[in-house]
């Protein structure tokens, strides 16, 4: 008899989507009721997980790698994300608070700057905010202290940035 297998109900389908692969695929074998058939099937399976969870590692490294460009007034300027501190939004403006230097101040939204980070990096905490998981000095009353200022935190957003942080109790 025929069956068919839908990677769609495995961990690959969560890995797909990651990636953003749109097509499910779809593999029909013929079990004869022999073990031989599953063992291929659950290697093909594996070769498929390991193939999908290399593409999306390739794909998060060129995202974190590639450096941002920033237009500030007639100057682009090239911005590494580990010097970024946080992100101050201004309606269709964005402030860049670095490590070294004065912040730069850019034509973009920030919903528009934040598709260009890495999220296990940076956290929205505010509709106004997106920090530096790296560099939060401290938590305390729903404000983030990075260096000298005292960033808000939403309570929309405190539940994401409570599942980013790596608590030690």
């Not at 490294?61 to 970024?84: A, D, H, N, Y």
């Amino acid at each position: 008899s025929t069956h068919c297998i839908s990677s769609a109900a495995s961990d690959v389908y969560k890995r797909q989507q990651q990636i953003k692969v749109k097509n499910t695929m779809l593999k029909c074998i013929t079990f004869d009721g022999d073990t031989s058939t599953l063992n291929t099937l659950m290697g093909y399976f594996e070769k498929l997980d390991k193939a999908l969870a290399d593409v999306h590692q390739a794909l998060s490294k060129e995202q974190t790698e590639r450096p941002i460009f920033v237009r500030e007034g007639s100057k682009i300027i090239r911005l590494r994300r580990e010097e970024i501190l946080f992100l101050e939004g201004y309606g269709d403006y964005v402030k860049v608070h670095r490590i070294n230097g004065k912040p730069l101040l850019t034509q973009v939204s920030l919903k528009r700057f934040e598709e260009f980070l890495d999220r296990n990096r940076f956290c929205r905490v505010h509709r106004s905010y997106i920090v530096s998981l790296s560099h939060i000095n401290y938590i305390e009353r729903k404000r983030i202290r990075i260096g000298e200022e005292l960033i808000p935190i939403s309570d929309s957003y405190l539940p994401a940035l409570m599942n980013k942080l790596s608590l030690q109790e």
